[in-house]
């Protein structure tokens, strides 16, 4: 079992940055890919990025390409999520996710089992 707990997110004006940090529990929390996904209202969970166990692979999803930076550092079980650049459309509910079963789809929201309760990314135009 790995629970998930996001923090980090706010309100920021276009151009500003933020960094979201997930703090994991649980033994095989360094075994897992992990990943950031978000939802505006109305419309679909979509991926962000995603990283390796050892951190050594990233995946970017194509709107956040070249602003985003996905990292974790396993001593603390965390992972995080740099943004910089922020635009409006770039609001949303912010998600960090494992995926325990190493999915080769891995932006499809289905293939991660743990979520965390998310946070909410504010950017004013």
């Known amino acids: 079992q790995v629970q998930l707990v996001e923090s980090g997110g706010g309100l920021v004006q276009a151009g500003g940055s933020l960094r979201l940090s997930c703090a994991a529990s649980g033994r095989t929390f360094n075994t897992y890919p992990m990943g950031w996904f978000r939802q505006a209202p109305g419309k679909e969970r979509e991926f962000v990025a995603r990283i390796s166990s050892s951190g050594g692979v990233t995946y970017y999803g194509d709107s956040v390409k070249g602003r985003f930076t996905i990292s974790r550092d396993n001593a603390k079980k965390t992972v995080y999520l740099q943004m910089n650049s922020l635009k409006p459309e770039d609001t949303a509910v912010y998600y960090c996710?494992?995926?325990?079963?190493?999915?080769?789809?891995?932006?499809?929201?289905?293939?991660?089992?743990?979520w965390g309760q998310g946070t909410q990314v504010t950017v004013s135009s």
């Open positions: 996710t494992a995926d325990p079963h190493y999915n080769d789809n891995y932006r499809a929201a289905e293939g991660y089992v743990y």
